[in-house]
């Protein structure tokens, strides 16, 4: 009878793992995170809907422009999806009972905000580059700060504003980091394993395509107004020697004083169309991997059991 250290996917494989899902995802979705950036930094009725920014993108800079970013995003991922999700799976095996059986919906939200919180903390430079290219475009051509890739950008801002600026907005993205991965990775375990359990379901990609939309969707509800608070103080600039939001609250109040409270969930089409997609690619990239790596590394008769 093999160990049950023989039965379990090494920390450093799972690690692996959700960074190349993440990746993977970002490669369909990134246009979607460009729509999503573009209305969150709008302050004005400047981008009605989705199709509008779409539109408005490829007729002033051109189709390609829908990838701008795409190098911040590929990094965001490489940092902050790898240690949120090989974390995750790691807590969630140690908070497994002895056979197997799953924790409780609380202990995997817990589970889910630890691993966030790291996970963003690790992954805010990334995320800062990635708001700041998505968001260029809709600036007049004198103010656009024109990175050429990510690197470009982590480097610039170190040397043009200091090396914290790279951390600019940390607390919001970690609190946000906290709400989505509470949100994301408890919903699609609990959405998982209640479809398990009306039988009418089984461990496959159908199964796991229909626990990531529920997923994406509590998601989107849930985080939508930190999502915003954290785009806008990450693409801030000084006024008058002074930055442009105080605070994550400060965002929140000024939105819902001169846009109206429902403009938190500014973008939410984008941003569930983005959400969703990528948790669907994400999660089917990585169940997938996991099926894989159990069958052909651990042997057939552990690739019967689930992932997440």
């Known amino acids: 009878m093999a160990s049950q250290q023989q039965t379990k996917i090494p920390n450093g494989v799972k690690f692996l793992f959700g960074g190349m899902a993440g990746m993977g995802a970002t490669c369909f979705v990134q246009p979607l995170d460009l729509v999503k950036n573009r209305m969150q930094v709008a302050t004005s009725k400047e981008h009605k809907t989705s199709l509008h920014v779409i539109k408005?993108?490829?007729?002033?800079?051109?189709?390609?422009?829908?990838?701008?970013?795409?190098?911040?995003?590929?990094l965001r991922q490489a940092t902050y999806t790898t240690t949120r999700l090989g974390i995750y799976t790691w807590l969630f095996e140690k908070a497994s009972g002895p056979r197997g059986e799953p924790p409780n919906f609380f202990v995997k939200a817990g589970l889910g905000m630890a691993a966030g919180v790291v996970g963003a903390f690790v992954g805010t430079p990334a995320e800062v580059s990635l708001i700041r290219m998505t968001s260029d475009g809709r600036l007049p051509l004198a103010e656009r700060r024109n990175y050429k890739n990510v690197l470009d950008a982590l480097v610039r801002m170190?040397?043009?504003?200091?090396?914290?600026?790279?951390?600019?907005?940390?607390?919001?993205?970690?609190?946000r980091a906290m709400v989505v991965n509470a949100a994301q990775l408890a919903s699609y375990s609990q959405a998982k394993q209640m479809l398990m359990g009306t039988g009418f379901f089984k461990e496959n990609i159908f199964l796991h395509f229909c626990a990531s939309m529920i997923s994406g969707l509590i998601t989107t509800a849930a985080s939508m107004p930190v999502d915003i608070a954290k785009t806008r103080i990450q693409n801030m600039k000084m006024i008058d020697g002074k930055p442009e939001y105080k605070g994550a609250f400060d965002v929140l109040g000024k939105v819902i004083r001169k846009e109206g409270f429902f403009s938190l969930w500014k973008g939410f089409t984008p941003y569930y169309m983005r959400l969703g997609p990528h948790t669907v690619i994400t999660f089917i990239f990585l169940e997938q991997m996991n099926l894989l790596y159990k069958r052909h590394v651990?042997?057939?008769?552990?690739?019967?059991?689930?992932?997440l």
């Open 298 to 307: 651990l042997g057939d008769k552990f690739a019967k059991g689930g992932g």
């Open 158 to 175: 170190v040397r043009e504003e200091g090396l914290v600026t790279l951390w600019r907005g940390a607390i919001p993205t970690m609190g």
């Open 56 to 74: 408005h993108v490829v007729k002033s800079e051109g189709v390609t422009a829908l990838y701008a970013g795409l190098s911040a995003g590929l």
